[in-house]
């Protein structure tokens, strides 16, 4: 079974950092562009960053960019998003996806996504 599973979220305050990861099971995520997202309650999904399958190289939305990094472990079939410098306009449930075929960033489509975890910035 084909399965994404989200961790790390958590309630931290301004200017703090967590460690997101996703997790997958059922398939070799080292094969996988693998987007992370978010939402925020009234807003659009946003794409936060992707990392991609052919050669692991990343991109970030501006919002984040110097603030986050995205990574793989290998060993571990899961794929992390490091949050640092956090700001109450960080907050949102973030979820990881990945798209069948799709070597390279941005994913075009969301074929396996996994149930999101919430993160929350505030004092």
């Known amino acids: 079974q084909v399965q994404l599973v989200e961790s790390g979220g958590g309630l931290v305050q301004p200017g703090g950092s967590l460690r997101l990861a996703c997790a997958a099971s059922?398939?070799?995520?080292?094969?996988?562009?693998v987007g992370w997202f978010r939402q925020a309650p009234g807003k659009e999904r946003e794409g936060v960053s992707c990392i991609s399958a052919s050669d692991s190289s990343a991109s970030y939305a501006d919002s984040v960019k110097g603030r986050f990094t995205i990574s793989r472990d290998y060993a571990k079939n899961t794929v992390y998003l490091q949050m640092n410098s956090l700001k109450p306009e960080d907050t949102a449930v973030y979820y990881c996806?990945?798209?069948?075929?799709?070597?390279?960033?941005?994913?075009?489509?969301?074929?396996?996504r996994g149930q999101g975890t919430q993160v929350t910035v505030s004092s």
């Open positions: 996806a990945t798209q069948r075929f799709r070597n390279v960033c941005p994913l075009s489509e969301l074929d396996y």
């Open positions: 059922g398939f070799a995520l080292d094969y996988y562009t």
